[in-house]
């Protein structure tokens, strides 16, 4: 069974740091784009950053530019660091992964989430 957990999560002062990481696990057979989206309260999720295998990177914001988000294809592991962190940034962090797995189809997988919240 495939699966992604996310960790990096916490409670910063603004200004600080985070860095979050997703792991996939399963049976795996490769993936194509890994990517981080968040959900803030009230709000609809939206796309933070994506990354393909290869290392094509798209930020969903220029307001974004204090986030980067890398990837270690050995691991299948996707990170994202966020620096210059904001109270605007709190929310639920999701990672999403376009794998080809167990089932034998190209899927979208989430994990879970991870709680990411900033005090002024």
């Known amino acids: 069974q495939v699966q992604l957990v996310e960790s990096g999560g916490g409670l910063v002062q603004a200004g600080g740091s985070l860095r979050l990481s997703c792991a996939a696990s399963g049976i795996i057979f490769s993936i194509s784009v890994m990517g981080w989206y968040r959900q803030a309260p009230g709000k609809q999720r939206e796309l933070v950053a994506t990354i393909t295998r290869g290392g094509n990177i798209n930020y969903a914001d220029t307001n974004l530019e204090r986030f980067t988000i890398s990837r270690d294809n050995a691991k299948n592991t996707v990170y994202l660091q966020m620096n210059s962190l904001k109270p605007e940034d709190t929310a639920v962090y999701y990672c999403?992964?376009?794998?080809?797995?167990?089932?034998?189809?190209?899927?979208?997988?989430w994990g879970r989430g991870t709680q990411v919240t900033i005090s002024s």
């Open positions: 999403n992964a376009r794998l080809f797995g167990e089932k034998s189809v190209w899927d979208d997988y």
